[in-house]
């Protein structure tokens, strides 16, 4: 059985955008990150949007190491943009990425769940990084290191 890897990205500190800018300065967020997700990830996967402000990424015939290479694409790329709206400034935007790979199968809804164990674990380690499942060492007083 071919491996199937899946990205979950969430924007960073999404709700500033709307509340400092306004709904529309968060719609212009949301449809840069979806583009460039949809102009990076290309035919190599299926991308879609998870509600709110998540998106997730499925990869066939991807390991997970190619899934976190692509991911650290997708993260600077999309953090590599300074974007404005109505003549204001609305700074970088920044993303974290949760990364899970099935090299043998099993069910998509515990694959799903592990990429997002993943992303909320890039989230509480800082945001704005890239987190693959199978390089978390969950072991009490675990460094990162």
């Known amino acids: 059985m ?3 890897t899946c990205l979950m990205i969430d924007i960073d500190y999404f709700k500033r955008f709307n509340d400092e800018y306004g709904h529309d300065a968060g719609d212009l967020v949301m449809q840069y990150v979806g583009q460039t997700i949809l102009d990076i990830v290309g035919d190599n996967g299926i991308s879609c949007r998870n509600g709110g402000e998540e998106f997730t990424v499925l990869l066939p015939r991807q ?3 190619e899934g976190e290479a692509l991911a650290e694409t997708l993260r600077r790329a999309i953090s590599s943009v300074k974007l404005a709206h109505a003549g204001r ?3 970088s935007v920044t993303v974290s990425l949760g990364i899970a790979s099935s090299p043998h199968g099993g ?9 997002d ?3 909320l674990y890039a989230k509480v380690r800082g ?5 693959a499942v199978g390089k978390i060492d969950m072991r009490i007083g ?3 290191a």
Not at 107 to 115: C, D, Q
Not at 127 to 131: C, Y
């Open 2 to 4: 071919e491996p199937l």
């Open 63 to 65: 390991s997970e190491d």
């Open 89 to 91: 400034t609305l700074g």
């Open 107 to 115: 069910s998509i809804e515990t694959l799903v769940s592990r990429a």
């Open 117 to 119: 164990a993943a992303l």
């Open 127 to 131: 945001r704005n990084r890239t987190v």
């Open 142 to 144: 675990a460094s990162d």
